[in-house]
């Protein structure tokens, strides 16, 4: 019966200390209550593999090591069939511990100083990944314990790489928690500049040639123009924090496949002595705990002259690769620093911003681990339009001004920033009972203000959620706290419905910074993303003054504050005589969105009194066509198939219709996707053109065709 241990990291290193204390008392009362304490060598059961792992547990003091040493009685490693057998063993007891080369855990526990990480230690002279090993097991151990390998033969990296590690190495794993999301992609610059630091004070101390290790961006550290470490950060989401589990590989010893740091001593000083592996990682934990502290506390920005003096890519020139129209195309760009969410901020000649997202790109390295100053290859293209410019920061495929969407993953690491606004724009058909307001006040994506649909419109008409007027739009997003240089994310809680309808709005009214999230709510679920509860009086004071402020505008009144400008894009938006001319005239392909059953007037239509069929010449691709089941957006080239097969072509004018005027706004974002974004939206759709006389507005059936 294993003793329950689990830590949240203290505040203090008093409180960490503190915290110690009573678990050992807490572990030694149960140790007793039981008559038995950890055994020196602790065979686990329940595992089929005949390959066991020997971890060897160590604390800072006896009462660290004997809580490690019942909190790792329950560890497994793999999954299925490959679960690993485990042998556990206390440090005093195992016959094998810093013997033979082997990880020295009492000379590292001297040299550290730190208080919250590295405490609580696990050894292996051989061991698939450390890695692996906290993170399927982070529940069980105490946050800041550390893993540490003298071989690992399935390494982890990014891309999930997997390699076997030569001798020579220092490999190690630990954990930390973190409540901010958006701080998230900045710990791995955290932890790499921990290590640069850590490494530099070594040397002072031990009064060796101190090296001048570097950052590569985003996770590499090099040497001399060689790779001599990498870092790996993955997490994990429980309610109210994010889990971290961080690895680092080091080339201590080895001088093989690039070099190590010890080779850079001796080529300074033959006769320095060499660096320790327990030494290194006692000081990336002394300097790891204290800039981490900082980066909590006070966010990157109090850490980035640290950074910057110790990366390699201040006023880099880069070659940017892009694609267009199947050519490739390069232009180079000044590397400036990071942007606010942690990506490469670079000017091009001409003055422009570029983004440069670590997704499939590197920075010119060869197959030898040296860097070649001035490429940037991005080998995905053009799937994955890693680097992109624009005059607003952006990225392709996670944020770009032409592609409609951004995902889950892009609105975490943005959210709360000034310039991003988040709107919940819920809508459901009539006969789906739902109530989208009340939705959103019990749960939403935080910071999220509600887009009533029905209620910011058009007040001089009974069809319903018909555009409103340009100065009635204003004021509402006004109200809504939304300016002219604003970035506005949309979502729904269908996935894919409403949303596309006000992405459709702002684009109609010359804002083209509007984004919907891919997938909407559910796919923001689905990635264990947080939640909001509640709503405050703010949130509902800003969603109620939004369609006040269209009543207000429709009776003549004046509103007090206008922060958006808008103007309208006709180009955009058909109205009833525009439909009308193109039946007889067929300058464009008009598209219906709705089923096939509602477009052939076999199925009825949800409002009531409104018949069902379809504008003639009208050709049916039903909105579910444009996303697959997550939901998310299909790709460009599969959105393409999806229109050809319905026999429309890409390259003729399209106006898209449905029954409202809202899914057509998915049509329409599908659209955008493949390159057409001037596909204008018939806003009455078959609601308006339904109610016409027949004579002069025909409409066709399955039967009567």
Partial sequence: MPFPVRFSPPVTAAAAAAGAVLAAIALRRYLSSSRQRPSASVTM???RSNNAATLVVSGKSPED??????????LSLGEGEGVEKITLALDSDS??????GGFDAGAYMDALRARRFGRWMLWSPRLASTQDLIAQNFSKLPVGVVCVADMQFKGRGRSKNVWESPPGCLMFSFTSQMQDARKLPLM???VCLSMTEAIKELCRSKGLPELDVRIKWPNDLYLKGLKVGGILCSSSYEPKVYNICTGIGLNVDNEKPTTCLNAGIQEINANAPKLKREDIMAFFFNKFETLFETFS????QALEKQYYDSWLHSGQKVVVQDV??????????TIQGLTPAGYLHAIGHDGQSYELHPDGNRIGEEKDGSISPNRLISPRLPESFAIVGSSQLACRSIMAEDDPVVSAQWLQQHLGLPDVKVLDASWYMPEENRDPWQEYQVSHIPGALFFDIDGIVDRTTDLPHMLPSKEAFAAAVSALGIRNQDKVIIYDGKGFFSAPRVWWM???FGHNKVWVLDGGLPQWRGSGLDLGSNINDDSILKSKAANNAVETVYNGGMVDTITFQAEFQPQLFWTLEQVAHNVAARTHQQVDARSKGRFDGIAPEPRKGVRSGHIPGSICVPFPEMFDGAPRLLPADELRKKFEQAGISIDHPIVVSCGSGVTACILALGLHRIGKHDIPVYDGSWTEWE?????????????AS
């Fill in 506 to 508: 702002f684009r109609v």
């Fill in 65 to 74: 090591q004997e809580l490690l040493a019942s909190a790792a009685s329950s």
């Fill in 45 to 47: 059961s329940a595992h």
């Fill in 691 to 703: 109610a016409q006389p027949d004579p002069n507005y025909p409409k066709v059936t399955a039967t």
């Fill in 324 to 333: 267009h129209e199947g050519q490739s195309v390069g232009s180079v760009v």
């Fill in 188 to 190: 791995q610059y955290v």
């Fill in 95 to 100: 016959p094998v511990a810093g013997k033979d």
């Fill in 297 to 300: 506390n006070q966010g990157f």
